[in-house]
T-cell receptor, first 113, second 112 residues
Framework: ETGVTQSPTHLIKTRGQQVTLRCSSQSGHNTVSWYQQALGQGPQFIFQYYREEENGRGNFPPRFSGLQFPNYSSELNVNALELDDSALYLC????????????FGPGTRLTVL | GDSVTQMEGPVTLSEEAFLTINCTYTATGYPSLFWYVQYPGEGLQLLLKATKADDKGSNKGFEATYRKETTSFHLEKGSVQVSDSAVYFCALSDRAGNQFYFGTGTSLTVIP
């Protein structure tokens, strides 16, 4: 059974640029959630996708957007990057009907200069 | 809105000591409660969970009881090991499982 994978591992961007992060969910999992984890802080929920639709959203501006594909993989897109967007971005997948039990990927470290 | 407040760290204990990490929550409705652990160099892992009042979650010698009257979900272990050194996060989700809130994490170091 393949776990949750994320790419890239690390990324450096400059302020104002756009970035796309990718996540492959664990085999059989159709729900994907994205989190932002600043250094020394807990993960902050960005949004969740279920069957290609946004299914829940945290307190993040619209420049944070996402997609889920028919194979349940997912992308997080961030436009107009700001310095405060520098963080570890985590993806988590879960099974239908068990949305509260999540399996996390290793994360993508984004640095905005 | 919903939130989780977690005991500040870092916590340093000797091997075989008793561990308590406090967690309290604010939520509307009936959330599910979780403890996640992040070992050095690894990703977040679910340690235990409880989905309703008075439920006790347990795993690897760790326990936590969902206390609705005190809105708490404290993590305990009777005898910690060096291998328990990690960062522990308390978290909650709404009943539907599509909104999540994490605490700030508590770093635990266990010394031999």
């Amino acid at each position: 059974e393949t776990g949750v994978t994320q790419s890239p591992t690390h990324l450096i961007k400059t302020r104002g640029q756009q970035v796309t992060l990718r996540c492959s969910s664990q085999s059989g999992h159709n729900t994907v959630s994205w989190y932002q984890q600043a250094l020394g802080q807990g993960p902050q929920f960005i949004f969740q996708y279920y069957r290609e639709e946004e299914n829940g959203r945290g307190n993040f501006p619209p420049r944070f957007s996402g997609l889920q594909f028919p194979n349940y993989s997912s992308e997080l897109n961030v436009n107009a990057l700001e310095l405060d967007d520098s963080a570890l971005y985590l993806c988590a997948s879960s099974l239908e009907g068990a949305g509260d039990t999540q399996y996390f990927g290793p994360g993508t470290r984004l640095t905005v200069l | 809105g919903d939130s989780v407040t977690q005991m500040e760290g870092p916590v340093t204990l000797s091997e075989e000591a008793f561990l308590t990490i406090n967690c309290t929550y604010t939520a509307t409705g009936y959330p599910s409660l979780f403890w996640y652990v992040q070992y050095p160099g690894e990703g977040l892992q679910l340690l235990l969970k409880a989905t309703k009042a008075d439920d006790k979650g347990s795993n690897k010698g760790f326990e936590a009881t969902y206390r609705k009257e005190t809105t708490s979900f404290h993590l305990e272990k009777g005898s910690v090991q060096v291998s328990d050194s990690a960062v522990y996060f308390c978290a909650l989700s709404d009943r539907a499982g599509n909104q999540f809130y994490f605490g700030t994490g508590t770093s635990l170091t266990v010394i031999p």
